[in-house]
């Protein structure tokens, strides 16, 4: 039996009316989900979302700390327990969950984006440390780290599975490092309460995270890679308290 003319154009426009249906329920399905996930993404990440508001109240508190270490002189062991105590406690924690970027230059946390070498060099310079932002962050990442630390203070661990860098890294201690990867930057934390690689992330979930050593895939992936070990250097130590602001 043969179709009429009109049958078969309603047939036509039926198919493209479904067809058009499906696409148009695909896009807001996708859209409500990338909606969820940027609105809960900081959970990826196990780490609170900060109210980015107190953040100059937390860099102002952190200048009161070095004025009264600088007055009374203190010894290089309490430089560097203040110094690991700040940057984890009154800055890090404003920056987790941030949008990373490869061209993000934010200088507040959570607004806009950031790239991994301005991560580092931002947070530097929040905590009070001397650095040029943009320049080190732009540079070659051994380069920044040289400019940051003795040469003492510098490792070479590149070729080396994961185990076997967190080994390695041991070796030289508990404390805070800056890591220049193939194309990556960011810190290493070694503590009593776990080793975490503390960067902006140019892989999933694409934000600033703190995440286990041994289970970062940057890391992982990464054939080269040099450390300085920054919370133990003294004269790193020596600048940031003699430095007066953290902007």
Known sequence: MKVSGNGKEKKKKKIKLTLFARVLLFIILFSVAFLIWNKFRFLLNNQPVLDNKNYPLELDSINIVKKKLYKKRAGKAELEKNFLHLINKKVFPYWYGTKWDFNGTTETPNEGRIACGYF?????????????????????????IRSLVSKKNVH??????????????????????????????????????????????GMYPFQVVKEPLVKSNVLIKSNYRVVGKISSDEIFLRKWVRNRSTQ
């Open 156 to 201: 070479h661990l590149s070729g080396l599975d994961i185990n076997e860098f967190e080994a390695k890294l041991k070796q030289f201690g508990n404390g805070l490092y800056v890591i220049g990867l193939d194309k990556h930057t960011g810190f290493i934390l070694l503590s009593s309460d776990g080793n975490y690689f503390i960067h902006s992330s």
């Open 120 to 144: 580092v060099t931002t947070v530097l310079r929040d905590m009070g440390v001397p650095i040029k932002r943009s320049r080190m962050a732009q540079c070659p990442s051994e380069e920044m």
